[in-house]
């Protein structure tokens, strides 16, 4: 495809005359893998998961939170537009192959080995001409130095000349994937104009637009970027709950007044969880010290933010034994547990000697045992049942602003509890209301009030 010419590429692209591989087909992957389908591409979804390649092929989501992904994958898996596999091998005939596995992070530094293993692997089974554009989120120059210069050194071909080389982040969240990819622009960058232009090409069937970065490490930077500033914005809200503590205000109602002014945008304090912001900081940061500079405000961001989980175990006073912590996946309305900030609020509240139990309304008895796997030790329970998890609890601590929790019967959780410590970390309950049901009410920046 690559070595084709611009209007030859143009004529195989209008027609869906092009075979996209897709390495990945996890919650950022199989939605766009499924979207590309539905344009009507031809998509090979390849994944280590054989679970995952059996659901995708039955027609079914393994993300059943995931907002309309289920009925679109029985479409697009109905009429062959896409079909799964664990086979690499199976990349040889696809003219295009985006990956998009998962990249964390270890300590305070990246952790990219699924896409070392992938360009390995990839390598042995590439051929002249093909597009690979990459997703995962990276540090600077991973594109070019781990792509390219494995490609090239397994193959010895040469991106830029051989084959096309570009990338282009996700920029969605769960569980609304679908309605992101569609909503905003794509952000690319390639080793050449060329590669930009058919990965442009290809994503602007189902994107509103294309934002062309001048290189593949300002796309790389653009996309760690994006979730550092939200983590700095909330750093400096966390900031703000603990002076507003100290001086017996009310921070949102701070927040809410200031952002009345059009140059004001602060976000609400909070634990930082999931897969994105507390990690994504960290592939510049690394990245920025190895070539010499400190990036001071990001690293005091995130020891800001980290520092709020002992800040919370602090408000619990020292009576209290069982304490229930309320939702464990790391953002409201998803099933998505193994990034939680709440593993990391358990694991602190055990330290400490609290007995935990953490309640969810998107366990079921299967996350029940994986979650459980990931838990700091034997003592923390997961519970399905919301009133029985705080029954005899002595402080309640609202993690995960699920919407489920909205229709609390407090007058039943007070009957249950055996002590009246609420705090409430994501601000979703009026201080007033709870102080009036018998609750001692705190929060995050929140002004203290007891029973």
Known sequence: MYCLSQQEIEERISARAVKIGFIGLGRVGLPLAATLADEGFKVLGIDVKSELVAKVNAGESPFTDETGLGELIQKVVGNKALKATARMAAVKECDMVIIAVPTLIKGQEPEIDAVRVVADELALNFSLGKMLVLQSTVPPFTTQDVLGKTIRKITGLKAGEDFGLAYSPERTQSPQVLRDLRTYPRVVGGIDEKSVSITSMVYS???????????????????????????????????????????????????????????????????????????????????????????????????????????????????????????????????????????????????????????????????????????????????????????????????????????????????????????????????????????????????????
Request: proline letters at 4%; a negative charge; charged letters at 25%.
């Open 205 to 451: 069937t189902f994107a509103p637009g294309v934002i062309k970065m001048g290189s593949l490490v300002a796309a790389e930077m653009e996309k760690v970027i994006e979730n550092t500033y939200r983590d700095v914005n909330i750093a400096f809200a966390n900031e703000l709950a603990c002076i507003c503590e100290r001086y017996g205000v009310d921070v949102q109602e701070i927040i809410e007044a200031s952002n009345s002014q059009p140059y004001s945008h602060i976000l609400n304090p909070g634990l930082v969880g999931g897969h994105c912001i507390p990690m994504d900081p960290y592939y510049i940061i690394s990245d920025a010290r190895g070539r010499g500079v400190e990036p001071r405000l990001m690293q005091t961001a995130r020891d800001i933010n980290e520092s709020m989980f002992q800040h919370v175990v602090d408000m619990i006073d020292d009576g209290c034994k069982k304490v229930t912590v309320l939702g464990l996946s790391f953002k409201k309305n998803v099933k998505s547990f193994e990034t939680s900030h709440s593993l990391k609020l358990a694991s602190l509240l055990q330290q400490k000697g609290h007995d935990v139990t953490i309640h969810d309304p998107f366990l079921d008895n299967r996350q029940l045992t994986t979650a459980n796997y990931r838990l700091p030790t034997t003592n923390c329970q997961l519970s399905t049942d919301l009133y029985h998890a705080i029954e005899s609890s002595d402080c309640v601590i609202l993690s995960t602003a699920h919407s489920e929790y909205k229709d609390i019967d407090f007058d039943k959780v007070k009957e249950l509890m055996r002590g009246n410590l609420f705090i409430d970390i994501r601000g979703m309950f009026d201080p007033k209301k709870l102080t009036a049901a018998g609750f001692r009410y705190r929060g995050l920046g929140r002004v203290q009030v007891d029973y």
